[in-house]
């Protein structure tokens, strides 16, 4: 079909408002980019400018010459991501299929003990206490995982997505052949859940790796703190960058470029996620699509 | 009578156990991180003392609300964060729905397609990187922006001295970082409308801009209503990770931008101030419910299958 002139017109309207937002989305980075490239002397000369004069890569010598603190806040994070998105993916897959039999006379009983905690909560204040105080699990790996293990939500998702898609036939069936109900769940059941979960997994995941809220509330010891956390503490903390990087003897605190050097570890920190996410970025919107069918 | 009742919930728990075990990690999970801590809002209205804890702690009445309320921050932090949800709430959803219907109508996939990846971008990065940039353009004496307007021969701008600057910057960032996730919400949706009666109204004579206004946006009405909903439901709940990462402990700021959430945290970690932290926290805590309980009632009346619960 011929396109009309009032297409032509609503088209160069879209490609300009979309590029610009689509362009302002990006170039935000590529400033801090930019600005990590260039020299400690002319950002203190002239401030952080959008081109450099010319390339410099101090701030990444430094970086790269003592990345111990560095590659151990990459490891906090990549494995509690790691853990903690499978540890939740199969126990909310669990519970899920759960609420999802309809032989289960108090699944709506249960999923009403799980929805209510979105509606009311006790604050910050007792459950601070509760983790500092009583549990004494602060400073440890085990709140970094379980602080946002599992997600309400997520679980009443998949338990839409088993209803509508594994027929109630198939545990019935294995069930007269004298399969009990783990083992349908874990040989019949969680294999057919593969789209569900890896579109949630991401959520999950993603959630995990921007996570510096529990280590603020619950995390002082530098050893067990994860990237962006420790990204938090070198862009606020005017020392810290210093502090990390001169483990390294030779290099004497006063001569690290502080200004970039904070732009360079943001990059080294952010730079995998901008990478991987072009490539998750589908999964993402399956999940969403999957999240809007109400059950 | 109670016995044969008894009996049956026993004997559901016994025909169906391997299936209440598997459901027992989660259940005890929320047991402990959100029921056990609900019963410790009665911290709200003690005098808290490490040695006494939640519950050997003097009780001490409602005078944690009276300071709450006589220091001026119960009305100054209850008006920001309701007034920068609402227009955060108004943004979003405005641009994202802007955004979404020109792209449904683009004709370049490609372009269309890498447009969509860029705008996804800021989704998935953390707060605390969008802090970074944000330190890199209005930093006073090394950001881009200055350095352009010194550039110019204009005065340098004090953006990190100056609140009313983050009442518009903060919905900014925050349109910015979530607009490509709300914008797939909307395009998906239109997508499921009909083509049908897109071809018969070309076929009337109708034009694109016609269309758009007569078919696309009264078709995702019921999307839009939804999802403000779920947002008005929220509406005490500050963003606590953006107003933490982009403002911080900025003192000069904090009258423009101090949140209900923003307030509890730093009178809780930083000042120790329990009597202010919980009144603060109970109080977003029961008002929290009592709206979402009322935006479900309204939903529920008007048309039940909106309803959240």
């Known amino acids: 079909m011929s396109r009309g002139r009032d297409e032509i017109i609503l088209n160069v309207f879209a490609y300009i408002m979309i590029g610009v937002i689509a362009a302002g989305c990006v170039i935000p980075f590529l400033m801090v980019l930019m600005g990590s490239l260039q020299s400690e002397d002319s950002v203190l000369r002239n401030g952080f400018s959008l081109i450099p004069e010319q390339l410099d890569f101090t701030a990444y010598r430094y970086v790269f010459d003592s990345p111990a603190a560095i590659l151990r806040a990459y490891g906090v994070s990549i494995f509690i991501t790691g853990a903690g998105t499978l540890i939740s993916l199969y126990f909310s897959s669990m519970a899920a299929y759960v609420l999802a039999r309809k032989d289960v006379k108090y699944r709506n009983a249960l999923a009403f003990y799980l929805f209510f905690t979105t509606l009311f909560n006790g604050g910050l204040v007792p459950y601070y206490l509760m983790i500092k105080n009583y549990l004494k699990i602060d400073n440890s790996f085990t709140i970094l995982l379980l602080s946002g293990m599992f997600n309400v939500i997520y679980i009443l998702i998949i338990r839409t997505y088993i209803a509508g898609s594994v027929p109630d036939s198939i545990s019935e069936s294995a069930k007269i052949d004298g399969a009990n109900d783990f083992k349908i769940f874990m040989s019949i059941v969680l294999p057919l859940l593969k789209p569900v979960l890896a579109a949630i997994g991401l959520f999950i995941a993603l959630g995990y790796w921007n996570d510096w809220y529990t280590s603020l509330l619950f995390v002082t010891n530098d050893k067990i703190i994860p990237l962006q956390y420790l990204l938090y503490k070198i862009l606020t903390f005017a020392r810290f960058s210093q502090q990390i990087l001169s483990q390294n003897a030779a290099v004497a605190v006063i001569d690290l470029p502080g200004e970039t050097l904070k732009l360079a570890l943001t990059i080294v920190a952010t730079g995998p996620i901008i990478f991987l996410y072009p490539f998750v970025q589908k999964h993402f919107v399956a999940g969403l699509t999957i999240g809007a069918v109400k059950g | ?309």
């Open chain 2, 1 to 309: 009578m109670k016995s044969a009742k008894r009996s049956a919930f026993l004997y559901e728990l016994l025909k169906n156990k391997v299936l209440y075990m598997m459901f027992l990690p989660v259940g005890l999970y929320f047991l402990v991180m959100a029921y056990l801590p609900m019963p410790g809002i009665v911290i709200a209205f003690k005098e808290f003392t490490y040695n006494g804890g939640i519950f050997g702690s003097k009780w001490n009445g409602w005078t944690n609300f009276r300071y709450f309320y006589e220091s001026g921050k119960l009305w100054q932090v209850t008006q920001n964060t309701v007034l920068y949800n609402i227009v955060f709430l108004a943004l979003s959803t405005a641009a994202s729905v802007f955004a979404a219907v020109l792209l449904a109508e683009m004709t370049g996939k490609y372009f269309k397609k890498i447009a969509q990846t860029f705008m996804f971008l800021p989704y998935f990065i953390s707060w605390v990187t969008v802090a970074a940039i944000a330190f890199n353009i209005f930093n006073y004496d090394y950001g881009v922006l200055n350095t352009i307007l010194k550039k110019l021969d204009l005065v340098p701008v004090d953006i990190y001295g100056n609140p009313n600057a983050w009442m518009y910057l903060l919905p900014l960032f925050y349109v910015w970082k979530g607009i490509g996730f709300t914008t797939v919400l909307y395009l998906s949706a239109i997508m499921g409308i009909d083509h049908e009666s897109y071809e018969s109204a070309q076929i009337d004579g109708a034009n694109i801009f016609q269309r758009i206004w007569r078919i696309t946006l009264p078709m995702l009405w019921p999307t839009i209503v939804i999802l403000l909903l779920l947002g008005l439901s929220r509406i005490m709940r500050g963003e606590f990770d953006m107003f933490y990462q982009l403002i911080g402990d900025n003192g000069l700021l904090l009258e423009k931008t101090d949140i209900i959430d923003t307030l509890v945290f730093r009178s809780l970690v930083q000042m120790n101030d329990f009597g202010m932290a919980s009144a603060a926290g109970v109080y977003q805590s029961v008002l929290s419910f009592i709206i979402i309980v009322s935006v479900n009632w309204l939903v529920k009346r008007k048309n039940s299958d909106n309803a959240l619960f």
